[in-house]
């Protein structure tokens, strides 16, 4: 029991978590039981009594509206994607640039962020990049904002160190220059709150294998539904205001639907999204709050276990600039991620270190193992961290 919920009780829904030390939910996290039962409930559905389709697209209205709860959105503002790229490239083509515009991101944020706006340099649109100091904010952009700025684009939470930027402050530059606001808040979503309407912004985008529990293949968008000026990219009958009844292309009426689902494409990825459905109940039940408060003690934790051992850690310390649950050591990836293997300790390699990202499910014995497998390597072989 921590102050927060029955960690121990939420431990049982991911017996994977049992095996191994898992310190990996930036990469993905395990499969929970719910989000299982669901994949199950969907294939036993289509195996033995062939739908019927109707429950699956019920299914995904309601999870589209639990969707809109965890987003402080709307359900006309939801849209299901494959994926962040998705969602980002979805984003980036719908606003209205032309050549000469430009749009600022964050040096070395998310590439499957940048991808999608670097690739409207072939319209002209001009991308520039700021650095990436520790703390990002409003200030940050600022004196890279000229006449022709018309976007800014960028992560929550950086997936290779932690940082948590100060998405208010910067949504609140985008209102004040007129300027639309996307984020992807794939490593955030699931353990930070989000609230699109006190962020500002015209685009959210994620995916749900990391912090929505959700195996790979499905995501999110938000849109904000007052701009209707940005229209989709690719169109489909589902796209459409008006689709056709008999199924007969309309040239004439083409009218985007009013609603987010103006940038979905086709058929649905029906049993993720019946899983994503289960993920949010069991985030519901917690509290996503809660899930933050539980990641960011086990933070503290590992921070004073990590400081104790003379390891630096890689990006902010404080509370207030740093995501509740990605932290990256500065131990050299190449000659540490095999050793952690070797000891059942799953954490990921990034830039500078070894990134040790933690879920709903981690708990204090996790944090001490880790601690102990660098100390009895670090003891033995005389390693210790790279210099500050
Ligand atoms: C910030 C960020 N954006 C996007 C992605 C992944 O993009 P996609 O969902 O398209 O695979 C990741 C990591 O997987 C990420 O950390």
Known sequence: MTQYY?????????????????????????????????????????????????????????????????????????????????AMNIAANALPLKAGDNVLMIHGDHPNNAYAFLNLKKKGVEIRFIPMPEVVNADSFRPYIDANTKAISMSQVTFHAGHRFDIFGVGRLCKEKNLYYVLDIMQAVGVVPIDAKKVGATFIGCGTHKGLLVPQGLGLLYWDRTRTELEPAYLAAISLANPPADFIARPDDMAPAPTAGRFELGNFNLPAIQALGAALDLIGELGIEKIQAHCFDLGDRLIAGLDVLGVNLVGPRDRLNRAPHIYVAALPAEEWIDYFASKDVRVSPERDGVRISLGMFNTEADIDRFLAVVKERGTSTGRSSRAA
């Not at 431990?11 to 669901?38: C, H, I, N, W």
């Not at 019920?58 to 503002?77: M, N, P, S, W």
């Open 6 to 86: 029955d960690v121990q009780a939420v431990r049982k829904l991911f017996p994977a978590v049992e095996k191994m030390t898992y310190l990996d939910s930036g990469f993905q996290t395990p499969m929970s039981k719910p989000v299982k039962d669901a994949l199950e409930t969907f294939i036993s559905e289509g195996y033995e009594t062939a739908g019927p389709k109707s429950v699956w697209i019920d299914r995904i209205e309601q999870t589209r509206a639990k969707v809109a709860g965890l987003f402080g959105a709307v359900v006309e503002e939801i849209a299901f994607t494959k994926n962040t790229s998705e």
